[in-house]
Nanobody, 119 residues
């Protein structure tokens, strides 16, 4: 199993920046990809960005050019640097890990951290 704990959320004004962290523990050697998702009140959970274990990244169009996902493999920490934040970025941000557990794969989620962007 993998445990994920997010931190770094908070309140920021439009145009500001925040950095989120996700500490992974447990069977981290089984992780294939890690990602950030977000969920605003009354809306579905949306994918934000992902990174695989060789460092390849991908971003949702809505955050491309403003957010940067990265990871520290030695410390098992996932990061999300968020710049030029907008009110539409307000949501609970959740860390996700996809692991291999042959013959299947497993999804793990953190508890989430609140990001609020004021206009």
């Amino acid at each position: 199993q993998v445990q994920l704990v997010e931190s770094g959320g908070g309140l920021v004004q439009t145009g500001g920046s925040l950095s989120l962290s996700c500490q992974a523990s447990g069977s981290t050697n089984r992780v294939i990809t890690m990602a950030w998702y977000r969920q605003a009140p009354g809306k579905l959970r949306d994918w934000v960005a992902s990174i695989n274990m060789v460092g390849a990244t991908d971003y949702a169009d809505s955050v491309k050019g403003r957010f940067t996902i990265s990871r520290d493999g030695a410390k098992n920490v996932l990061y999300l640097q968020m710049n030029n934040l907008k009110p539409d970025d307000t949501a609970v941000y959740l860390c996700h890990a996809l692991t291999h557990d042959l013959p299947t794969m497993r999804n793990y989620w953190g508890q989430g951290t609140q990001v609020t962007v004021s206009s």
